[in-house]
């Protein structure tokens, strides 16, 4: 199987083109060998290009097996790669996702992604409270208690507010509130520091992975939860520990996402390999 590595902010994907969809049903068993770091090639996820119409589309299976909605960092990555091999032309193009087809326009190094319209509905994201939305809702853990504000950007997000980013116990607070009983269907956590009206600085807990350097989709729902709490403009720059992701919350509701990808190494893996220990 043929492959090839990217990242877009340290956020690391495999790619294979399987057009034929010969090989994106076996993705849940696939990709924990495939992502895993020390027994194979490492990545936060697996992502089959595939074509069921004329539309090419991305299938993303996370590093523990589970098929994700939508990524930001890896759409702007299977953009980069489309353009590179001369398999799209023009500035702009669309790509399928299990959320919707999403626009893509290529600006000199960066990629700008119409990531869509936030959901704020709590049944929608989903989370279990009594409230329609979830917006600074009580969360308890043990002894602490989270001001949550959830939000789907096609898949869930629940954004937590801090005075101090660099001094939480994020391996800690960010697997028990992923895995927490008001998300039914787990959940992203952002922890956000409000650094102006204009910046922020993000650490993400990514749903499957864990720890992550980078998240596209967590660097909107955190820039439209402080726009909408008030904290920031609805133009922010979104730091986060692999780089930086420019964020527009636009009138027509509408978030882009606009940051760079960067293409690793090719190489091929061999099908048989299994590695029952993992």
């Known amino acids: 199987m043929e492959f090839v590595k990217y990242h877009g902010l340290g956020n690391d994907f495999v790619f294979v083109e399987d057009y034929e969809n010969t090989l994106v049903g076996q993705g849940s068993v696939l990709a924990p060998q495939i992502c895993q770091r020390n027994f194979g090639i490492g990545a936060d996820g697996l992502v089959f290009i595939t074509k069921p119409t ?33 398999l799209v032309q023009g500035s702009a193009l669309d790509v399928g996702t299990l959320e919707g087809t999403k626009h893509i326009v290529r600006r000199g ?24 939305e979830a917006i600074q809702t009580p969360v308890k853990l043990g002894d602490e208690e989270f001001a ?27 697997p028990a509130l992923e895995r927490h009983p008001v998300f039914p269907a787990k959940s992203n956590i952002e922890f ?27 660097a909107c729902a955190s820039a439209a939860a402080a726009a909408r709490l008030g904290f920031t403009e609805r133009q922010v720059k979104v730091h986060l520990p692999g780089g930086t992701l420019q964020i527009q919350w636009h ?21 048989e390999q299994q590695h029952t220990n993992l």
């Open 192 to 218: 956000v520091e409000v650094l102006d009206r204009e910046t922020l600085r993000v650490k993400v807990w990514e749903r499957g992975v864990g720890p992550t350097l980078a998240c596209g989709t967590g």
């Open 251 to 271: 009138s027509d509701n509408h978030l882009w996402m606009i940051g760079p990808a960067q293409r690793v190494f090719s190489g091929r893996w061999e099908l």
């Open 109 to 132: 190094d960066d990629y700008a992604v119409n990531m869509g319209q936030p959901q704020w509905l709590a049944a929608q994201i989903p989370m279990e409270v009594a409230t329609a």
């Open 54 to 86: 004329d539309v090419y589309t991305m299938r993303i299976f996370n590093a523990d097996g589970s098929e994700a909605e939508m990524c930001g960092n890896a759409i702007r990555c299977i953009a980069k790669h489309l353009w590179d091999q001369g």
């Open 148 to 174: 949550v504000t959830a939000v789907s950007m096609g898949n869930p997000h629940a954004v937590v507010f801090v005075d101090d980013i660099d001094h939480i116990p994020f391996t800690v607070w960010g």
